[in-house]
């Protein structure tokens, strides 16, 4: 029952998810204060079987700047990524406990057991970049971060952020507050 | 006899001198920056407490690892910065985080302490022109 052994191991890498207290709210970007939903990742994956690398079940990223529900004057902002019990590496880099930053914007998660597409939603830090500037139009927007290892596929439990709202106006850029308040 | 006393102590000095380890020191950005987000210049805090680590216009790569433009933070507390030219030391007050880390755990005793960063390469060196913060001091309340 292999189908039934990898629905098992999803359902238990929900659950560590969920135990880490840091489950993405994925499916409700409007609620993000509750971190009740955790990742349906049973959807669309059964396709392509792949061993995918492990990751820590305590292991997650967070966004530490924006900070969910934030309003933004400027267009241009910096997100810094931050990274909890795992590593930062370039793509390519096989080293344990390590992966890349891949932001996503205003999408849902991709499929965890594929490449995590290359597009303007789905932005890569192959060089294993912990920040960037984002230049988004004035309107509500979400973020969410997700690591990928050496190959740009999710680790297993996968490791990522809360998918955070935010709102940007149009205005002066104004200086990055680092940290939470 | 001391000819060749002579020859032995000319090489010892030049491997002191050692030109080909800084010639061999590695380069980031130009544009590229270390600073800590978390916490702030001059911040009182009470108990333990993270501290953020950033980096623009650059990469993190765990120690060991050979990627141009990339190198991986080393925090340096209550130290001044230490050579440049050699391997940053690894004790208490000059922290590693070679396997990548952004962010780090610190329990300090109470009183001031200061705290900067200072990215190294591979070989945890650092880079030339060398990439560190700004030193900031901060207070922990008993």
Same mark, same amino acid.
């Given at each position: ?7 098992? %191991?999803?359902?238990?890498?929900a #659950?560590?998810?969920? #135990?880490?207290?840091?489950v993405?709210a994925?499916?409700? $970007? ?6 009740h =939903?955790?990742?349906?990742p =049973?959807e669309?994956?059964? #396709? ?10 305590d292991?997650?990223?967070y966004?530490?700047?924006p ?5 933004i004057?400027?267009t ?7 990274t909890?019990?795992? =590593?930062?590496?370039?793509a390519?880099v ?5 992966g ?7 999408? $849902?998660?991709? $499929?965890?057991?594929?490449?995590? $597409? ?10 294993g970049?912990t920040?960037?500037?984002?230049? %988004?139009? /004035?309107g509500?927007?979400? %973020? ?11 680790h ?13 106006? /149009?205005?002066?850029p104004? #200086?990055?507050?680092s940290? /939470?308040? | ?7 032995? *102590?000319?090489?010892a000095a ?26 702030y ?17 650059g ?11 990339t ?14 030219d ?17 962010e ?11 705290l900067q ?7 945890? *060196?650092p880079?030339d022109p060398p ?7 901060i207070t *922990?309340?008993?």
């Amino acid at each position: 029952m292999p189908a039934t052994r990898r629905l098992v %191991l999803l359902v238990s890498a929900a #659950a560590m998810g969920r #135990a880490a207290a840091q489950v993405p709210a994925q499916d409700q $970007p409007q609620d993000p204060g509750h971190a009740h =939903g955790a990742p349906p990742p =049973g959807e669309g994956q059964a #396709a392509t079987p792949r061993v995918r690398v492990p990751a820590p079940p305590d292991a997650y990223c967070y966004i530490g700047w924006p900070q969910d529900r934030q309003v933004i004057s400027g267009t241009r902002f910096k997100v810094w990524f931050g990274t909890r019990n795992f =590593g930062v590496a370039p793509a390519g880099v096989t080293t344990r406990n390590t992966g890349h930053h891949h932001l996503l914007i205003n999408v $849902p998660l991709p $499929p965890l057991d594929k490449p995590i $597409p290359n597009d303007r939603n789905h932005l890569h830090f192959g060089l294993g970049q912990t920040e960037t500037m984002l230049e %988004l139009p /004035p309107g509500t927007h979400t %973020l969410q971060l997700l690591m990928g290892d050496a190959d740009h596929v999710p680790h297993d439990p996968p490791v990522m952020s809360k998918r955070i709202t935010i709102t940007v106006r /149009p205005g002066r850029p104004q #200086a990055m507050a680092s940290g /939470p308040q | 006899m001391t000819v060749s006393r002579l020859l032995v *102590v000319l090489f010892a000095a030049l491997l002191l001198a050692g030109p080909p380890a800084s010639a061999q020191r590695r380069s980031m950005p130009e544009e590229a920056r270390v600073y800590i987000l978390w916490p702030y210049d001059g911040m009182a805090i009470r108990g333990g407490f993270w501290v953020r680590m950033g980096l623009s216009e650059g990469g993190i790569a765990p120690a060991n690892v050979e990627k141009a433009l990339t190198g991986h933070h080393h925090l340096l507390v209550d130290v001044d910065l230490p050579a440049m030219d050699k391997p940053i030391p690894n004790d208490r007050n000059h922290l590693h985080f070679g396997l990548g880390q952004t962010e780090a755990r610190l329990e300090l005793p109470p009183g001031r302490h200061t705290l900067q960063l200072l990215l190294g390469d591979a070989d945890h *060196v650092p880079h030339d022109p060398p990439l560190y913060s700004k030193r900031i001091t901060i207070t *922990v309340l008993p």
